[in-house]
Every structure is written in C-alpha cells, then in structure tokens.
C-alpha cells in the first residue's frame, strides 16, 4: 500500500529488569565500627575521669542541689552587776522572711488584703512592701522585717500567706535602760555588740554558733543527717558596778545637767580597796531598746572618751610630788603675796588673797600661787613622774573601746609658767576615769590597784607608788576643803568625814582659751576608813554658776551620801574611838 511505512519486527529479545544483591563494603564497615569503638572509649574514658580521677566536681554539683547548712545558733550570755541584778539578757523574737519565686508561682499577690494587713502590722508602707516582692520576684529568700514580737509573729502566721514565713531569733533586752546604757552598751540586728561591754567582750557573751548539715530531696524532704555540731552557749558575764548606785548617780548627773544647761555631766565611783568600778554614768544618755532613738553624742561614754584639764583637782597630787622630793613637809609655809605672780610676760593669780600658809591651807583655798611655787622649786621629773604613776596618760585596762589616754605633755623644753601652770591642771588632759583612779590610789594609802570592771582571780598587780604616810597626810590636809573656810563645803556629806578637791577649768579653743568652763569635784570618804573615790564633771554649765565648788559639789554630796548609805558605811561620827 503506497504511502505507509511497514514496520518491521526486531529480532533482538527484550528482558524485564530484576533487583541487585546489596554487596558490603568493608572499609566502609571499618570506619564506622571504629567510629562507635572510638566515642565508646571516649565515654569510657570520661566516666573514668569524673568517677575516679576527679569526682570532686561532681559531688560538689551534686551537694549544691541536696545539701543544706542550718545554723544553730547559741544564746548570749547575760550581763549582770555585782548582785546578780540584770543589765542585758536575750529574749526569743522572729524574723518575717518571704520568697518571692513561691510568691508569684502561687499567685499569692492576688490576696492584696491579706498583704495590707501584714504591711500594717510591721508598719510598713503598704505599697511599698508590695514593690519590695515584685522586685525580687526572683530570689528564695529576702527579710521583711527583723525582731518582731511573739504576738506579732502569732498575727502574722494566722493570716497564711504563702511564700512568708518566721525564723526563730533572738533581741536583746537592757533592763536598766539609759541608766547603764555607756557601760553596758548594745548590740546590733545581728545579735553582735556594737558599744561599750557587749562590744568588748562580744566573743565571750555570744559562744559558738552550732551547726547541722543535712542532705533533702527536690521536695524538700530530709533524706540524710550528715553531721551535726553542737553549739556553745555564751557565757554569762558579771560586772564590778552596782545598779543602786548607778541609778543614784544618773539621776543626780541628770538634774544637774538641766538645771545648768549644761552640754552633758559625767560621774564614776570606783572601790577604793579593790579598784572596781561601782558606777560609770553619763548624761544625757540614750535608751538602748529603741533603735531609732540612738543619736551619735548621746552614745559617746565621756567617762572615758572626754579628755579635760583638770584644773585644781591635781593639786593635792603636787602636794604628794613635793613632801616625797623633799622640798617641803607639814611645817612647810609658803608665802603668796597679794594673790598675783609675775612669771616672765606671765602672771599667775588666786581667786582670793591666801598670805602665808601652810599646805593644808594651801589646799584649802586652793592657791594657784602655793602649788605653783611647790613645783618650781622640785625638779619637774618629780611632778611627771607623780602624775605617771597615778595613771595620768595611760589607759585604765578596762578594755572599753574608745577609750582615750589624754594628753600627757612630754617636751624637751619647759619654761617656769608651764610648769607653774601644769601643777595647777592647765597643760595636761585626763579623763574623768584617770582622776577618780587616782583618787582612789590616794585614799588607798598610796596603793595602786588596777582599775577593772569584771572580777578575775589573776595575780595581784597592786603597787605602792605613794608613800602611804604622805597620802594618809595629804588626805586629811583635803578634809579640811570641806569643811568651812575651804572650797568644798558644798561637797560635804553630814555624818561622814569627806576628803575632796574641787577643780575649774576653762576650755580649749583655737589660740587660746574659751569663755566655757568644765566644773569638777573629786573626793574620797570616808576619811576614817576609805571606801570609794567619786568624780562628779559638768561640763559646760551656763549663768552666772560655773565653779567646781557650786555646780559640781552638790551634786558630788547628792552621790556620795546615797552610795555610802546603800553599801552600808557607818557614820565616822556613830564609830567607836579606838
């Protein structure tokens, strides 16, 4: 047929295609068998090394997450006085803590009322306490608020907040209040001391915080007790004061200051016999259980951290460097003139017109010019070393912290009114602890016993650095101070026999001297038998009043009578003549 192309039939068979067989590849089986050989030694080798060689990292992630410290801590010792009466003890309170991560994760914000009315009783701003969480939303553990009252804590876990709790502590509680407050001081939200014996005596009152190591679940359940230290509880502490006599001289300080106007007043009274000390106070003082009340000033013991001149309280001490130099005994006279003395460019003056006298005259009337002459005519290593020995420019060793030295004048140097004026108080610095130490060194018959306030059984450190003739000698001579015609009167005690010295001097300033004063009286009594030595200073008196004798005698009469009736000191004038 024409036009059509015939196709013919091939002659060449077609076959249907079939599967190969997988064949294996053996270096490729090689690689990856030496591949898994090679990461299971390397794992092999890993666990090795964190399970033998160094395991220490892995226990420490591991204790990181399961163990946990709790603290036990030991309660502080009570402070007491010398009769057992309570100065300072701890009583149980409880901290307010929250955490905020279980805060949010409950929701437990959404109770707002339930949270105003935790704010309200911590005294708290409502919103700000709320800000407070928010802020911290992320942390375990903040403080809300620290020493909170029992019947606080009760409130606060009635209302059920979640992520709030209470931690059990402890605050310490001043029974005395601002009576003792410079002496005993206080301790801070931590429980440690922070002034005056709790500060200086810290480690012996707080012991030894105990502790327990525990291992918990992540439910918080304990699983493991792994250690536990015992606690060691403080030690109790007793004092030399007694709380009678504190309160007695803190009133009496007190009056004074205000009825003077005065910047502030101090007194101490130590045991002549033993050189404890019966009280230390100061006004004004501060109530050491409120924390907002506490002012820098008002915390200040200036028993031991004022230093002053002295004034004519160190004159019976010149007296002593005089009779034991050489230059002068009990029929000794010394002209005075008309009440001035020309020294150089210098004069020095009496208040009043003193003639000739003797050295118990000299006393009485307290003659510039008399113990001027006195310590003029003794080499002045006489005088300083009198003045050293009765613990002028040292510390005491009570181991109060502030405590200051003075200023203790050593100079190559000396022109004759510096030394007039040095045995007159002008030239050197004591503090109102030094002078009652040394009065009590004094009415001790010249026996120096170290000055303390906590009683201890170590070797006896007393010394004799004043012949005692003299010091019996120069007692008597001060006697007469309080009697009529002598400076004291006003220091008198009716019934007792009273050896004291009154002291005023003016105060430093920038190129001279200012227009304020420090009045003093300084005493021993009775004379028949010494039992306390007693520093009454007032510093700053305003009016017209400003010398020792009126402003300080008072006061110093005031103490002493009601020191010498609660310690039971019979009248000189009811003892049997011997």
């Given at each position: 047929?024409?036009?059509?192309?015939?196709?013919?039939?091939?002659?060449?068979?077609?076959?249907?295609?079939?599967?190969?067989?997988?064949?294996?590849?053996?270096?490729?089986?090689?690689?990856?068998?030496?591949?898994?050989?090679?990461?299971?030694?390397?794992?092999?080798?890993?666990?090795?090394?964190?399970?033998?060689?160094?395991?220490?990292?892995?226990?420490?992630?591991?204790?990181?997450?399961?163990?946990?410290?709790?603290?036990?801590?030991?309660?502080?010792?009570?402070?007491?006085?010398?009769?057992?009466?309570?100065?300072?003890?701890?009583?149980?309170?409880?901290?307010?803590?929250?955490?905020?991560?279980?805060?949010?994760?409950?929701?437990?914000?959404?109770?707002?009322?339930?949270?105003?009315?935790?704010?309200?009783?911590?005294?708290?701003?409502?919103?700000?306490?709320?800000?407070?969480?928010?802020?911290?939303?992320?942390?375990?553990?903040?403080?809300?608020?620290?020493?909170?009252?029992?019947?606080?804590?009760?409130?606060?876990?009635?209302?059920?907040?979640?992520?709030?709790?209470?931690?059990?502590?402890?605050?310490?509680?001043?029974?005395?209040?601002?009576?003792?407050?410079?002496?005993?001081?206080?301790?801070?939200?931590?429980?440690?001391?922070?002034?005056?014996?709790?500060?200086?005596?810290?480690?012996?009152?707080?012991?030894?915080?105990?502790?327990?190591?525990?291992?918990?679940?992540?439910?918080?359940?304990?699983?493991?007790?792994?250690?536990?230290?015992?606690?060691?509880?403080?030690?109790?502490?007793?004092?030399?004061?007694?709380?009678?006599?504190?309160?007695?001289?803190?009133?009496?300080?007190?009056?004074?200051?205000?009825?003077?106007?005065?910047?502030?007043?101090?007194?101490?009274?130590?045991?002549?016999?033993?050189?404890?000390?019966?009280?230390?106070?100061?006004?004004?003082?501060?109530?050491?259980?409120?924390?907002?009340?506490?002012?820098?000033?008002?915390?200040?013991?200036?028993?031991?951290?004022?230093?002053?001149?002295?004034?004519?309280?160190?004159?019976?001490?010149?007296?002593?460097?005089?009779?034991?130099?050489?230059?002068?005994?009990?029929?000794?006279?010394?002209?005075?003139?008309?009440?001035?003395?020309?020294?150089?460019?210098?004069?020095?003056?009496?208040?009043?017109?003193?003639?000739?006298?003797?050295?118990?005259?000299?006393?009485?009337?307290?003659?510039?010019?008399?113990?001027?002459?006195?310590?003029?005519?003794?080499?002045?290593?006489?005088?300083?070393?009198?003045?050293?020995?009765?613990?002028?420019?040292?510390?005491?060793?009570?181991?109060?912290?502030?405590?200051?030295?003075?200023?203790?004048?050593?100079?190559?140097?000396?022109?004759?009114?510096?030394?007039?004026?040095?045995?007159?108080?002008?030239?050197?610095?004591?503090?109102?602890?030094?002078?009652?130490?040394?009065?009590?060194?004094?009415?001790?018959?010249?026996?120096?016993?170290?000055?303390?306030?906590?009683?201890?059984?170590?070797?006896?450190?007393?010394?004799?650095?004043?012949?005692?003739?003299?010091?019996?000698?120069?007692?008597?001579m001060l006697e007469a101070v309080t009697q009529p015609g002598g400076t004291a009167t006003r220091a008198a005690v009716?019934?007792?026999?009273?050896?004291?010295?009154?002291?005023?001097?003016?105060?430093?300033?920038?190129?001279?001297?200012?227009?304020?004063?420090?009045?003093?009286?300084?005493?021993?009594?009775?004379?028949?038998?010494?039992?306390?030595?007693?520093?009454?200073?007032?510093?700053?008196?305003?009016?017209?009043?400003?010398?020792?004798?009126?402003?300080?005698?008072?006061?110093?009469?005031?103490?002493?009578?009601?020191?010498?009736?609660?310690?039971?000191?019979?009248?000189?004038?009811?003892?049997?003549?011997?």
């Amino acid at each position: 047929m024409k036009g059509k192309k015939v196709v013919k039939p091939s002659n060449k068979k077609t076959s249907t295609p079939t599967a190969e067989t997988p064949s294996l590849i053996a270096w490729r089986f090689r690689l990856i068998l030496g591949c898994v050989l090679l990461i299971f030694v390397a794992l092999v080798a890993r666990i090795g090394y964190i399970q033998v060689i160094e395991p220490d990292n892995l226990i420490k992630q591991g204790d990181l997450r399961s163990v946990r410290v709790k603290a036990l801590p030991s309660a502080r010792g009570i402070i007491s006085d010398r009769n057992g009466e309570p100065l300072a003890v701890s009583v149980p309170v409880q901290a307010v803590w929250a955490d905020p991560a279980t805060i949010f994760k409950d929701n437990g914000l959404e109770k707002l009322d339930r949270w105003h009315a935790l704010a309200d009783v911590l005294g708290l701003d409502r919103q700000a306490l709320i800000n407070k969480i928010e802020k911290n939303k992320t942390r375990r553990f903040i403080y809300l608020q620290r020493q909170v009252s029992p019947a606080m804590a009760k409130y606060i876990k009635e209302l059920k907040l979640s992520g709030v709790g209470l931690k059990a502590e402890s605050r310490r509680y001043y029974p005395a209040g601002e009576v003792s407050a410079h002496l005993v001081g206080v301790t801070g939200i931590d429980g440690h001391g922070l002034e005056g014996v709790e500060r200086s005596y810290d480690k012996w009152l707080t012991g030894e915080a105990g502790k327990r190591i525990i291992r918990k679940d992540r439910y918080g359940r304990v699983v493991e007790n792994i250690s536990l230290e015992e606690r060691e509880e403080g030690k109790s502490l007793e004092l030399t004061i007694d709380q009678r006599l504190q309160a007695i001289a803190y009133r009496a300080v007190k009056q004074a200051v205000a009825d003077y106007r005065a910047t502030s007043g101090s007194a101490v009274i130590i045991d002549v016999k033993t050189g404890g000390v019966l009280a230390m106070v100061n006004a004004p003082s501060y109530n050491p259980n409120n924390r907002s009340s506490r002012q820098s000033f008002t915390m200040r013991n200036r028993v031991i951290t004022d230093a002053m001149e002295p004034g004519s309280t160190v004159k019976p001490f010149v007296v002593l460097a005089a009779l034991e130099a050489g230059v002068a005994d009990e029929n000794t006279v010394i002209d005075t003139g008309n009440g001035i003395m020309q020294i150089g460019g210098s004069r020095v003056r009496d208040t009043s017109k003193v003639g000739k006298a003797n050295l118990a005259k000299i006393l009485q009337k307290s003659s510039n010019i008399g113990v001027a002459k006195l310590a003029l005519e003794m080499p002045l290593q006489e005088l300083l070393g009198m003045y050293s020995s009765i613990g002028f420019g040292q510390l005491s060793g009570l181991n109060l912290v502030g405590e200051t030295t003075g200023i203790f004048p050593n100079r190559r140097r000396w022109s004759q009114f510096e030394v007039a004026t040095l045995a007159f108080g002008y030239g050197i610095s004591i503090t109102p602890l030094q002078l009652a130490h040394a009065y009590a060194t004094l009415g001790n018959g010249g026996l120096y016993q170290p000055v303390h306030i906590i009683e201890n059984n170590q070797q006896d450190l007393s010394k004799q650095v004043i012949d005692h003739h003299y010091a019996v000698e120069v007692l008597h001579m001060l006697e007469a101070v309080t009697q009529p015609g002598g400076t004291a009167t006003r220091a008198a005690v009716p019934g007792y026999r009273v050896a004291a010295k009154t002291g005023t001097s003016r105060k430093a300033a920038a190129g001279g001297y200012s227009d304020e004063y420090v009045a003093i009286t300084s005493g021993v009594a009775p004379v028949s038998d010494p039992r306390i030595a007693l520093v009454v200073v007032i510093n700053e008196p305003q009016g017209d009043q400003y010398y020792g004798g009126a402003v300080a005698g008072p006061v110093f009469s005031e103490i002493m009578k009601g020191s010498l009736q609660i310690l039971n000191v019979a009248p000189d004038e009811n003892q049997f003549q011997k």
